[in-house]
């Protein structure tokens, strides 16, 4: 069966402080992944999402990157730390089927002081 | 462009139904789902309507689809403690990325 991990689950870094958050998917290949960004209060937002190997789309500018190292490996990044990056933050993967939707990582909390 | 609609909080007495609302604009949209976020967790598929469908029943759980008004709704009967819990209503983009609402926090009195 399809598994995807997220490591850590909690974070708290200083300001400009770099980052790297890891997710991995298993049972799947060449998947599409994304990672999403939640601000209290508010829904999803999109950060970026890769349907292959070296293949980053970014939906909004700001202060993160993402890779895409290996199929199914996809790590977001930051060189330097700000204050409005603290979030919950998601990978998820979608299936082929759409009827399947999305399946999510359990998130990680990072709290940028 | 496409936007996602929920009320913030939605407060019932256990036992009773919980009816939790969304509309969107994007009148192309093929899938909508429900997904369930508990404290501290990631989210979890709830359930999916197609948009063919007006209704799909699963369990306790009943979504209705009216595409006119683009009104989408989640009923949960019989509404247990366990149901507490951040909903979010979800629709798919002509880009197949998903287009979120902001979440309905759902609060059970005892």
């Known amino acids: 069966s399809q598994t995807i991990h997220q490591w850590p689950a909690t974070l708290v870094q200083p300001v400009g402080s770099p980052l790297s958050l890891e997710c991995t998917v298993e049972?799947?290949?060449?998947?599409?992944l994304y990672w999403y960004r939640q601000a209290a209060g508010r829904g999803l937002q999109l950060l970026f999402y890769s349907v292959g190997i070296g293949q980053i789309s970014s939906e909004v500018p700001q202060n993160l990157s993402a890779s895409r190292p290996q199929d199914r490996q996809f790590i977001l990044s930051s060189k330097k730390l700000l204050l409005s990056d603290s979030g919950f933050y998601l990978c998820?993967?979608?299936?082929?089927?759409?009827?399947?939707?999305?399946?999510f990582g359990s998130g990680t909390r990072l709290t940028v002081v | 462009g496409e936007d996602v609609e929920q009320s913030l909080f939605l407060s019932v007495r256990e036992g009773d139904s919980s009816v939790i609302n969304c509309t969107y604009t994007d009148s192309s949209s093929t899938y909508l789902y429900w997904y369930k976020q508990e404290p501290g967790a990631g989210l979890q598929l709830l359930t999916y309507?197609?948009?063919n469908m007006d209704m799909k029943q699963d369990q306790r759980l009943t979504v209705l689809l009216n595409k006119k008004d683009k009104h989408l709704s989640l009923r949960i009967a019989d509404t247990q403690t366990g149901d507490s819990a951040i909903y979010f209503c979800a629709e798919i983009a002509n880009n197949y990325q998903l287009i979120w609402g902001a979440g309905t926090k759902l609060i059970i009195k005892p």
């Open positions: 998820a993967w979608r299936q082929l089927e759409p009827n399947r939707g999305y399946t």
């Open positions: 049972g799947t290949s060449n998947p599409n």
């Open positions: 309507i197609f948009s």
